[in-house]
């Protein structure tokens, strides 16, 4: 067997024992659900660690993360415990992909828990093997992002870079953390300024599957994001009916 096709044997199977060791901590306070998500996840090859409430999951997280987090709000008496824990997780890691699973499914409550920095919200109706498929996206866009990317990976639209290599933006050279829904929503957006982009084109760049709403949520935080190091940013322009357009 000619060596090239050992090293690409190796890197599959490389690949294939990074993908089985991928650790997913389920934050759920009623045992039943809890151990349910595990089995179906554990079966699905994944490593699972379930936690009841707030604490225990940040004490375990505190010399390690997880690769993905899901997360019910209401954590027994801590009512808006999940809320809370996803504003910490965040302020961790800008890119620990979090999803929401939850028995709300109010529009209050999803475009709380998206404002927040969650990738995805999800009501607890949904199927086991929908959720895995959710997972899934979650991981390969991840993957995608990791990936070599053709160069340059820097990419620069009048103030505001772009390294997609290393998912770092920067807005008049100071830096902004977006998770890594938004950034690639900006990528979308600013890689051709003066366009339109359909809310169903941004979902599409960005990998995700969230109603439309959802969107005009990460908007708003994007908007937010830039705003906070030049409060006069008004790059991102909505267009009605239409969707969002990158102004000059
Ligand atoms: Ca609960």
């Given at each position: 067997m000619p060596i090239p096709n050992l090293?690409?044997?190796?890197?599959?199977?490389?690949?294939?024992?990074?993908?089985?060791?991928?650790?997913?901590?389920?934050?759920?306070?009623?045992?039943?659900?809890?151990d349910n998500y595990s089995d179906y996840?554990?079966?699905?090859?994944?490593?699972?660690?379930?936690?009841?409430?707030?604490?225990?999951?940040?004490?375990?997280?505190?010399?390690?993360?997880?690769?993905?987090?899901?997360?019910?709000?209401?954590?027994?008496?801590?009512?808006?415990?999940?809320?809370?824990?996803?504003?910490?997780?965040?302020?961790?890691?800008?890119?620990?992909?979090?999803?929401?699973?939850?028995?709300?499914?109010?529009?209050?409550?999803?475009?709380?828990?998206?404002?927040?920095?969650?990738?995805?919200?999800?009501?607890?109706?949904?199927?086991?093997?929908?959720?895995?498929?959710?997972?899934?996206?979650?991981?390969?866009?991840?993957?995608?992002?990791?990936?070599?990317?053709?160069?340059?990976?820097?990419?620069?639209?009048?103030?505001?870079?772009?390294?997609?290599?290393?998912?770092?933006?920067?807005?008049?050279?100071?830096?902004?953390?977006?998770?890594?829904?938004?950034?690639?929503?900006?990528?979308?957006?600013?890689?051709?300024?003066?366009?339109?982009?359909?809310?169903?084109?941004?979902?599409?760049?960005?990998?995700?599957?969230?109603?439309?709403?959802?969107?005009?949520?990460?908007?708003?935080?994007?908007r937010r994001k830039f705003q906070e190091?030049?409060?006069?940013?008004?790059?991102?322009?909505?267009?009605?009916?239409?969707?969002?357009?990158?102004?000059?």
């Open positions: 090293i690409s044997l190796t890197r599959s199977i490389t690949k294939i024992a990074h993908v089985a060791s991928r650790e997913i901590a389920i934050i759920e306070d009623e045992a039943v659900i809890r996840l554990q079966r699905q090859g994944y490593r699972v660690a379930g936690y009841a409430s707030r604490q225990a999951a940040l004490g375990a997280f505190e010399t390690r993360l997880p690769d993905l987090v899901i997360l019910d709000i209401g954590l027994s008496d801590d009512i808006d415990g999940g809320f809370e824990l996803c504003r910490e997780l965040r302020a961790r890691s800008a890119t620990l992909p979090i999803i929401f699973l939850t028995a709300r499914d109010s529009d209050f409550d999803t475009v709380a828990g998206l404002r927040l920095g969650a990738d995805d919200y999800l009501t607890k109706e949904i199927s086991l093997p929908h959720l895995a498929a959710r997972i899934a996206a979650l991981f390969r866009r991840q993957e995608a992002m990791t990936q070599a990317q053709p160069k340059p990976a820097l990419f620069t639209c009048g103030a505001l870079l772009l390294d997609t290599d290393q998912l770092i933006v920067q807005w008049m050279e100071k830096p902004i953390t977006l998770t890594v829904t938004e950034f690639w929503m900006v990528h979308a957006l600013a890689r051709r300024p003066g366009h339109v982009r359909s809310r169903n084109h941004l979902m599409e760049e960005a990998r995700i599957y969230v109603d439309e709403a959802s969107v005009s949520s990460h908007i708003k935080r994007i190091i030049d409060p006069d940013f008004d790059h991102i322009e909505s267009v009605y009916g239409a969707g969002y357009r990158w102004r000059h």
